[in-house]
Nanobody, 120 residues
Framework: QVQLVESGGGLVQAGGSLRLSCAASGSSFSIRAVGWYRQAPGKQRELVATISSGGSTDYADSVKGRFTISRDNAKNQVCLQMDSLKPEDTAVYYC??????????????WGQGTQVTVSS
Protein backbone atom coordinates (compact mmCIF):
# COMPACT_ATOMS: atom_id res chain seq x y z
CA GLN A 1 0.00 0.00 0.00
CA VAL A 2 1.23 3.49 -0.89
CA GLN A 3 -0.18 6.80 0.33
CA LEU A 4 0.58 9.93 -1.67
CA VAL A 5 0.35 13.58 -0.64
CA GLU A 6 0.86 16.39 -3.14
CA SER A 7 1.93 19.91 -2.25
CA GLY A 8 3.26 23.05 -3.89
CA GLY A 9 0.29 24.19 -5.89
CA GLY A 10 -0.89 27.78 -5.93
CA LEU A 11 -1.58 30.88 -7.97
CA VAL A 12 1.11 32.16 -10.32
CA GLN A 13 1.27 34.59 -13.22
CA ALA A 14 1.87 33.38 -16.75
CA GLY A 15 5.57 32.85 -17.32
CA GLY A 16 6.17 31.97 -13.71
CA SER A 17 7.24 28.74 -12.05
CA LEU A 18 5.96 26.29 -9.48
CA ARG A 19 7.44 23.14 -8.00
CA LEU A 20 5.04 20.37 -7.04
CA SER A 21 6.06 17.66 -4.61
CA CYS A 22 4.59 14.21 -4.07
CA ALA A 23 5.50 12.64 -0.73
CA ALA A 24 4.92 8.92 -0.44
CA SER A 25 4.64 6.52 2.43
CA GLY A 26 5.16 2.82 1.93
CA SER A 27 8.29 0.80 1.43
CA SER A 28 7.55 -0.11 -2.18
CA PHE A 29 7.53 3.44 -3.56
CA SER A 30 11.10 3.33 -4.86
CA ILE A 31 10.36 0.35 -7.12
CA ARG A 32 7.32 1.95 -8.73
CA ALA A 33 7.08 4.28 -11.67
CA VAL A 34 5.31 7.55 -10.89
CA GLY A 35 3.21 9.85 -12.99
CA TRP A 36 1.84 13.35 -12.70
CA TYR A 37 -1.61 13.92 -14.16
CA ARG A 38 -3.79 16.98 -14.36
CA GLN A 39 -7.48 17.67 -14.76
CA ALA A 40 -8.92 20.99 -15.78
CA PRO A 41 -12.60 21.83 -15.21
CA GLY A 42 -14.80 20.07 -17.72
CA LYS A 43 -11.91 18.10 -19.18
CA GLN A 44 -10.62 14.57 -18.82
CA ARG A 45 -7.64 13.79 -16.66
CA GLU A 46 -4.48 13.80 -18.76
CA LEU A 47 -1.00 12.43 -18.23
CA VAL A 48 1.62 15.15 -17.92
CA ALA A 49 4.86 13.35 -17.08
CA THR A 50 6.13 9.98 -15.93
CA ILE A 51 9.31 8.68 -14.37
CA SER A 52 10.32 5.04 -14.06
CA SER A 53 11.85 3.53 -10.95
CA GLY A 54 15.21 3.86 -12.68
CA GLY A 55 14.72 7.52 -13.56
CA SER A 56 13.78 7.49 -17.24
CA THR A 57 11.22 10.15 -18.06
CA ASP A 58 8.56 11.02 -20.59
CA TYR A 59 6.38 14.09 -21.09
CA ALA A 60 3.21 15.17 -22.82
CA ASP A 61 3.94 17.28 -25.88
CA SER A 62 2.17 20.22 -24.30
CA VAL A 63 4.72 20.46 -21.47
CA LYS A 64 7.95 19.29 -23.09
CA GLY A 65 10.77 21.73 -22.49
CA ARG A 66 8.84 23.47 -19.69
CA PHE A 67 8.24 20.76 -17.07
CA THR A 68 10.76 18.46 -15.42
CA ILE A 69 9.93 15.40 -13.36
CA SER A 70 12.45 14.02 -10.88
CA ARG A 71 12.56 11.61 -7.99
CA ASP A 72 14.51 11.11 -4.78
CA ASN A 73 13.98 7.53 -3.66
CA ALA A 74 15.85 8.12 -0.40
CA LYS A 75 13.19 10.69 0.51
CA ASN A 76 10.28 8.80 -1.09
CA GLN A 77 9.52 11.90 -3.11
CA VAL A 78 8.78 12.85 -6.70
CA CYS A 79 8.77 16.45 -7.88
CA LEU A 80 7.44 18.27 -10.91
CA GLN A 81 9.23 21.50 -11.74
CA MET A 82 6.97 23.65 -13.89
CA ASP A 83 8.49 26.63 -15.69
CA SER A 84 7.13 29.09 -18.26
CA LEU A 85 3.64 28.38 -17.04
CA LYS A 86 0.67 29.19 -19.25
CA PRO A 87 -2.98 29.81 -18.38
CA GLU A 88 -3.83 26.51 -20.06
CA ASP A 89 -1.74 24.72 -17.42
CA THR A 90 -4.41 25.60 -14.87
CA ALA A 91 -5.73 22.35 -13.38
CA VAL A 92 -5.72 20.09 -10.38
CA TYR A 93 -2.48 18.10 -10.47
CA TYR A 94 -2.40 14.54 -9.20
CA CYS A 95 0.47 12.26 -8.30
CA UNK A 96 0.12 8.60 -9.19
CA UNK A 97 2.21 5.59 -8.20
CA UNK A 98 2.06 2.78 -10.70
CA UNK A 99 1.82 -0.94 -10.24
CA UNK A 100 5.41 -1.61 -11.28
CA UNK A 101 8.76 -0.07 -12.21
CA UNK A 102 7.96 0.75 -15.83
CA UNK A 103 6.27 3.92 -17.06
CA UNK A 104 3.80 1.65 -18.84
CA UNK A 105 2.74 -0.06 -15.62
CA UNK A 106 -0.91 0.58 -14.78
CA UNK A 107 -1.75 3.48 -12.48
CA UNK A 108 -2.58 2.20 -9.02
CA UNK A 109 -2.37 4.74 -6.17
CA TRP A 110 -3.53 8.37 -6.29
CA GLY A 111 -2.98 11.44 -4.21
CA GLN A 112 -5.70 13.95 -3.38
CA GLY A 113 -4.46 16.57 -5.86
CA THR A 114 -3.14 20.11 -5.64
CA GLN A 115 -4.59 23.11 -7.46
CA VAL A 116 -2.44 25.07 -9.90
CA THR A 117 -3.85 28.32 -11.25
CA VAL A 118 -2.01 30.39 -13.84
CA SER A 119 -3.29 33.90 -14.42
CA SER A 120 -2.82 35.73 -17.71
Amino acid sequence: QVQLVESGGGLVQAGGSLRLSCAASGSSFSIRAVGWYRQAPGKQRELVATISSGGSTDYADSVKGRFTISRDNAKNQVCLQMDSLKPEDTAVYYCNARGGPSRSSPPLYWGQGTQVTVSS
